[in-house]
């Protein structure tokens, strides 16, 4: 009996001790790695205009939290709380003044990188003599921050179709989820989000339509709102409707896996925190018009942050046949769904030819949580609060019932007081057009008798 004890004690430590590792992992996975990024100038007006920005994207595609500044505005003893520090020079005739940066970094304990030229007292751990936009420079200075973060595990790549209504040709959509599906090409597609009207038929084809999608590999993202739709201006407001749009989703057995957003996003408050903060995965786009509502240096960092890079890029790289990875870091390929066949069609065959091997998002494990809903996956399997999602193999996206009414139909006793009344107003125009135009001959008349002799 004692014997019996003590072995259920061992095989329970050992499980326990079993489990531990993989928990610690996880724990220590969710701790982003802390940088501080110093730049002279952001080259505006120079080759080297954007390059500041791509930095930042491809540091949130490896995971850290960055904190951006101005080499003028660094003030001494802040850099000792990070981990890695970052020196942009873009202005290679300008020297740093900042006495605190210089005297800060020959203290520095963590890892130092230099890009361009100007080099200060102390030698970088990495060096970058000079870094541009462009793709091939982008891969360049992934694969040294990838070194230089110490980060093993290989890039992922993904297909992101983005730009995505429920006014969008969903016929279109549909055969090119079958394209892909056909050509064993996993997606994701990423919304647009509605927060008005869900209950109309349109919405409910869109939303069967993503159900389409899901069932043909495809993977959805929630798309964030645009900043000057009056919504998102608002914190409090852009937090609860887009908590609603989820749970909406979840509802209809749609499961948002993570946000597609620009960049600026991620640097901002109200932004992060009613916006982002749903979601543990997210694409990074570049800026088009950053509208802050509450700037902050610091950005949020993602469990999964993916590199986007658009479709137009891919027949620059040259790739090897046979190759399965075409970059280090989590990579999206984007492409914005138009309504024109031809050059969709075209778009599929650009990736099929690029023969990269891209994953199934699901595969990895992600996370969409708000009050009400906990959206997830693993291993390929999705979850909805709990439930796994089962996928209908032969779905009916055009499925949409005929019980829906825009207006209610006025009553039927009331339609034969409107035919008397539009029949009483029909008599009357025409009895009054009768008369005036009797009116008009005997005024002719007796016009002709008076003045015409």
């Not at 952001?42 to 390059?51: A, D, K, V, Y």
Request: hydrophobic fraction near 40%; aromatic fraction near 10%.
């Amino acid at each position: 009996m004692q014997r019996k004890k003590v072995y259920k004690i061992g095989v329970l430590l050992l499980c326990w001790m079993l489990l531990l590792p993989s928990s610690l992992g996880h724990a220590a996975e969710r701790q982003p790695t802390r940088v501080l990024l110093l730049y002279d100038s952001l080259g505006i007006g120079t080759s080297r205009e954007g390059n500041v920005a791509v930095l930042q994207r491809l540091l949130a595609s490896y995971r850290t939290q960055v904190s951006i500044m101005s080499a003028d505005h660094y003030k001494k003893g802040s850099m000792q709380s990070y981990e890695k520090v970052i020196l942009v020079i873009n202005a290679s005739d300008l020297e740093i003044t900042n006495t605190g940066i210089h005297e800060d970094i020959e203290i520095f304990k963590g890892s130092y990188m230099h890009i361009g030229s100007n080099l200060l007292k102390r030698e970088p751990d990495a060096y970058v003599p000079s870094f541009e936009k462009g793709i091939a420079q982008e891969l360049a200075l992934a694969d040294a921050l990838k070194e230089w973060l110490g980060i093993e595990l290989p890039g992922q790549s993904y297909v992101v179709i983005k730009e995505l209504y429920p006014f969008s040709d969903l016929q279109l959509l549909t055969e090119m989820a079958d394209r892909l599906y056909e050509a064993g090409i996993p997606f994701i597609a990423s919304i647009r989000p509605v927060f008005d009207n869900t209950e109309f038929p349109a919405m409910k084809r869109y939303l069967n339509v993503l159900k389409y999608v899901q069932s043909r590999n495809g993977s959805i993202f929630v798309h964030a709102p645009a900043v000057l739709d009056g919504v998102s201006r608002n914190g409090d407001m852009l937090g609860t409707k887009m908590s609603g749009f989820i749970s909406m989703l979840a509802g209809e057995g749609v499961a948002p896996l993570g946000i597609g957003t620009e960049l600026f996003w991620s640097y901002d408050l109200q932004y992060a925190e009613h916006g982002l903060s749903f979601f543990d995965s997210a694409v990074l786009f570049p800026d088009k018009l950053p509208l802050y509502m509450e700037k902050t240096e610091t950005s949020m960092p993602f469990s999964s942050s993916l590199y986007s890079i658009p479709i137009s890029d891919l027949p620059k790289l040259e790739q090897k046949s046979g190759q399965s990875e075409a970059f280090p870091m989590d990579t999206a390929v984007t492409l914005d769904f138009i309504d024109d066949k031809e050059q969709l069609a075209a778009a599929v065959q650009v990736l099929i030819d690029s023969r990269i091997h891209y994953a199934d998002f699901k595969e990895s494990s992600h996370e969409v949580r708000n009050t009400q809903d906990v959206i997830s996956s693993s291993n390929g399997v999705v979850w909805i609060n709990d439930k796994m999602l089962h996928l209908d193999p032969n779905p009916n996206p055009d499925d949409v019932g005929d019980d829906y009414k825009y207006q209610p139909e006025v009553q039927q006793s009331l339609t034969g007081l409107f035919m008397i009344q539009n029949l009483i107003y029909i008599v009357i125009i025409i009895v009054s057009l009768v008369v005036f135009g009797a009116l008009l001959v005997v005024g002719r008349r007796l016009y002709k008798r008076k003045y015409m002799k």
